[in-house]
């Protein structure tokens, strides 16, 4: 048990941080909350934008039904990183489908265009009704349903930390003097020109282990609950432990 318990802590904590660890889309980046909302109720549309550029962009993500504006918004998202874009909606009566659509993204540094985040995120699908599959076995889409309404409340959560951990992440990263792959390639042309470079004012807290304590596990957490496969997987693997323990401890 002991062995087993130490093997999942070495993929949970320690394998994100080895491979890298860049900030990931979740599983699921289009849903509705709460998702068993009745026609005429207040529902939220959320969308998950992924940035992965090396700049910080201002990001204006638009939802709209059968070619009509629901709602736009606008979100300022972290160099590889990502953040939630939500628009309130009313529940419609008849089965609807939202297209979500990033229709203007603009470094804010240097306010230059960046076409390759612009475009269509995909489509959400309100008030449908999953059908059930032949011989009264529930369909893929019924089962997927039914999880999107009991793990409403889990996966906004999970979605919500995985945001907080991976800007905790970057600010890590900054404080420590982490250069990017582009930072790396100026430096060296630099070196090359014969230009000095500049002295790297995080220098200082490059011997902090604290600050590396902070982005290992900021960088694990970010990983695990960005990912809602391995999210589950492990939940389950630690609530089977769990069991296991009580009932041989107490039963």
Do not use: C
């Amino acid at each position: 048990m002991r062995r087993l318990i130490g093997i999942l802590s070495l993929i949970v904590f320690l394998v994100p941080a080895l491979v890298g660890a860049v900030a990931t889309p979740p599983a699921e980046t289009l849903w509705v909350t709460p998702s068993d909302a009745r026609p005429g109720a207040t529902i939220d549309l959320n969308a998950f934008v992924y940035n992965n550029t090396k700049n910080e962009v201002s990001v204006t993500v638009m939802f709209a039904s059968g070619g009509t504006d629901i709602g736009t918004v606008v979100v300022v998202v972290p160099k590889e990183s990502g953040k939630s874009a939500v628009v309130p909606w009313v529940m419609p009566e008849a089965p609807a489908s939202i297209l979500v659509s990033i229709t203007k993204a603009v470094n804010t540094k240097d306010k230059k265009d960046v076409a390759s985040l612009k475009g269509e995120l995909g489509t959400i699908a309100v008030g449908a009704t999953a059908p059930i599959a032949i011989n009264g076995f529930p369909g893929a889409d019924a089962i997927k349903q039914w999880f999107g309404i009991h793990l409403a409340s889990v996966e906004k959560w999970r979605i919500a930390q995985a945001e907080h951990f991976a800007t905790m992440r970057d600010e890590a990263k900054r404080d420590l003097g982490i250069s990017v792959a582009r930072q790396v390639e100026e430096k060296i042309a630099k070196e090359i020109a014969g230009v000095e470079p500049e002295k790297n004012p995080s220098a200082d807290s490059q011997n902090n282990p604290k600050d590396y304590l902070i982005l290992i596990g900021a960088t694990s957490l970010a990983s695990l609950l960005g990912s809602m496969l391995m999210f589950y997987v492990v939940g389950i693997v630690l609530a089977f432990i769990v069991l296991r323990f009580i009932i041989r401890r107490f039963i």
